[in-house]
Every structure is written in structure tokens, then in C-alpha cells.
């Protein structure tokens, strides 16, 4: 289970809700989380529009602020939040990420994801204004911190264990299988801070990066669930190593494929 320290929370709002989103900052800061505000925690120099979608993806919570004088706006707001649903559509479905927040009575945008069919209104909102708003925000945040917990070595629910001796699985169990191979990524992501698809070789042919480490604490299930969803994917190979800085990937050696 991550501290509250580390546990970031991303702060998606219009300039007209910047004095309430400053205070809802200092709340969650003062609650001991790493709430992240750009007029904070952006460094002088850095280029915005591409810091703020890598720490949207980096970041544990998306809190879509919300209010009647920020909704009607179109702008630099709302594709932040079509690109949290983007975000979404990777997570498991279960995880507790996007949390659409009132500052007051106003209504949820119809913003939608249409390749996944999800939508910000999809999603259960906040009424922040009412007296026990920040006390829920809480609550969710602690769900799933709670939640989330390492796989390593973990344990796979007796369904997988039937799935994986299965030697044809049916369709349904693709998509179960995917969200199997999703929980392990996303803790991957937790612990480690990166797992990603790299073009092998420069071949156009996709494979997977796992850090090193990462891969050798799996159980042999995991590593099975992992190498079933790259056939699936028609992945060409399971890579390990070690990733010096962003984009520069040290690979190691082949575990699966080649």
C-alpha cells in the first residue's frame, strides 16, 4: 500500500475556479497526499503542454473540478479531461481514478471517449460544495490506496488458475485475461514507474518492456497470464532490462518469444 505522501493527485481545473481549487490544494496537502497544481508544481522553463499530460498519466487520481462558471468553457481544461478518460480505458475497471468534482450545483459535460465508450458523466461525481464533500473525497482516495496493494509475489484467483490450464479459452476469457494482464501492469507501474510496448529492433513488430526486477518477483502465473495476453496481442516478444532515463532503455535479455 503506497504512503499518502506518494500517493499524486492530479487537479484539473478552469481559470475561473482557481481560488477554490487553491483551497482544495492546501486540504489535500494539509491530509498529507501530493496534490499537483500547475501554478505550484510546474518548474520555471518546463514546457506545459507536455509536462501536464505525462504527470496526468503518472498521476494516481484525476480530479475533474467542476463548476456552473467552468462547464460551459471549451479549452485547454477539457482535453485534459478527454485525455484522464483515455487514461481510464487502460486501467482496470474496478480502480478508482477520475473523480468528477462540483464546487457547486452544476451539471456533468458530455464529454465521451468514443473508442471505449466511456463518458465523464459515466462516473459517479462529488457534490464538494455540501458539508461532508471533502470528508468523501477522502474516503475515495483511502479506498483505493487501500486497494491497491504489490503483486509481487501476489496470488491469482482460482478463475485464472482454471483459465490458464484451459488450452482454448473462450472469447469471454480473452477480455477477463486482458483485465488479468492490465492488474499486473498497472502495479508494474506503481512499484517501478514505467512498463511500456517498444517497436523491436525498429522492425514495426510491437513487443513488451518490463523492467528487470519487475519481471523476476512475478510468480510463474503472472508470467503466464503476461506471456498469454502477448500471444493474444500477437506480440512479438517479453523484453527485460533496466531503463537508464526516459528514453533510454537498456535491453537486457529475452524472456518470452523472439
Known amino acids: ?9 492530479f487537479l484539473a481545473h478552469a481559470r475561473e475556479d482557481k481560488e477554490l481549487v487553491r483551497q482544495l490544494y492546501r486540504k489535500l496537502k494539509q491530509e498529507g497526499y501530493s496534490p499537483w497544481l500547475d501554478e ?11 509536462e501536464i499530460p505525462k504527470v496526468i498519466k503518472n498521476s494516481d ?8 462558471q467552468s462547464v460551459a468553457k471549451t479549452g485547454y481544461v477539457q482535453k485534459e479531461f478527454r485525455l484522464a478518460l483515455n487514461y481510464c480505458a487502460e486501467r482496470p475497471q474496478d480502480n478508482i481514478y477520475l473523480i468528477p468534482l462540483k464546487f457547486n450545483d ?13 463518458a465523464l458523466r459515466d462516473y459517479q461525481w462529488l457534490d ?24 509481487f509475489p501476489g496470488e491469482i484467483l482460482e478463475e485464472t488458475r482454471s483459465k490458464l490450464a484451459s488450452s482454448q479459452p473462450r472469447k469471454t476469457q480473452k477480455s477477463e485475461l486482458e483485465q488479468d494482464a492490465l492488474e499486473i501492469f498497472y502495479a508494474i507501474e506503481q512499484k517501478y514507474n514505467f512498463s511500456r510496448f517498444i517497436d523491436i ?57 523472439s
Not at 473525497?137 to 504489490?150: G, N
Open 1 to 9: 500500500m503506497p504512503e499518502k505522501t506518494e500517493v499524486q493527485i
Open 40 to 50: 505550484e508544481d510546474l518548474l520555471p522553463g518546463q514546457l506545459w503542454r507536455k
Open 61 to 68: 487520481f484525476f480530479i475533474a473540478c467542476l463548476s456552473k
Open 106 to 118: 452544476c451539471e456533468i459535460p458530455n464529454l465521451r471517449q468514443e473508442e471505449y465508450g466511456i
Open 128 to 151: 464538494y460544495y455540501k458539508s461532508d464533500g471533502f470528508s468523501k473525497l477522502v474516503k475515495a482516495i483511502e479506498h483505493q490506496r487501500v486497494k491497491v496493494k504489490s503483486v
Open 201 to 257: 529492433w525498429g522492425m514495426g513488430t510491437q513487443g513488451l518492456f518490463l523492467p528487470e526486477e519487475a519481471w523476476d518477483n512475478l510468480s510463474s502465473d503472472q508470467k503466464e497470464i503476461l506471456i498469454r495476453y502477448a500471444q493474444s496481442e500477437k506480440l512479438r516478444a517479453i523484453i527485460v532490462g533496466k531503463q537508464k532515463e526516459p528514453n533510454n532503455i537498456f535491453l537486457d535479455r529475452t524472456v518470452w518469444g
